[in-house]
């Protein structure tokens, strides 16, 4: 005998995920850096030092004397001069008054005409212990003043890109159900 028979025959359905999945750009900017430094306040005051050489007495070694003290010693020489002359023109007539002692004109004119040689030497001219010499110190102040860096720094904030993921069912089996009878 034949008994009808009831087939069932099922299909499940299959459910899929389409995962798109999110992206995320972080960029951070460097910091934005102003630094200025300014010169420093230099103030410098100096005094100058003096020397003072004074040759006066070198220079008249070497003969080159001022006129006022030129005329000066020649006026000097000759004051000396006539009064050496004087005294030899009282010598010579005290001599002649005294001529019964011996004395003679042609001992006086000898006299006035043996006169010695000069000798002839090297001199050195110009001697350093004659100068004189004076010195004033100068001065040096220097004065510094330091300025302060002016420092400006700017965060700069980061960038930041965000796309979300999403996620889509999508069907990739339906379910289906065949019922069948078989005789």
């Known amino acids: ?95 002649l008054m005294e001529i019964e002692n011996g004395a003679t004109i042609a001992d006086i004119v000898k006299q006035n005409t043996d006169r010695p ?7 050195f001219v110009g001697d350093r212990t004659k100068l004189k010499m004076s010195f004033s110190e100068g001065s040096l102040n220097i004065n510094v003043t330091p300025q302060k860096a002016y420092i400006d720094t700017q965060i700069n904030r980061p960038i930041h890109n965000y796309t979300q993921g999403k996620v889509t069912g999508v069907m990739e089996q339906y379910n289906s159900i065949d019922i069948d009878w078989k005789i």
């Open 117 to 123: 040689q000069a000798d002839i030497n090297v001199r």
């Open 1 to 95: 005998m034949n008994i009808p028979q009831l087939q069932i025959q099922t299909t499940p359905a299959k459910l899929g995920l389409q995962i798109d999945k999110p992206v995320q750009e972080i960029e951070q900017p460097k910091a934005t850096q102003t630094i200025e430094q300014p010169a420093a306040i230099l103030e410098m005051s100096t005094t100058r030092p003096q020397l003072s050489l004074d040759t006066t007495e070198n220079r008249a070694d070497l003969d080159l004397k001022s006129t006022l003290r030129r005329s000066a010693e020649n006026a000097q020489y000759g004051l000396q001069k006539v009064q050496e002359g004087t005294a030899r023109r009282a010598q010579e007539g005290q001599q």
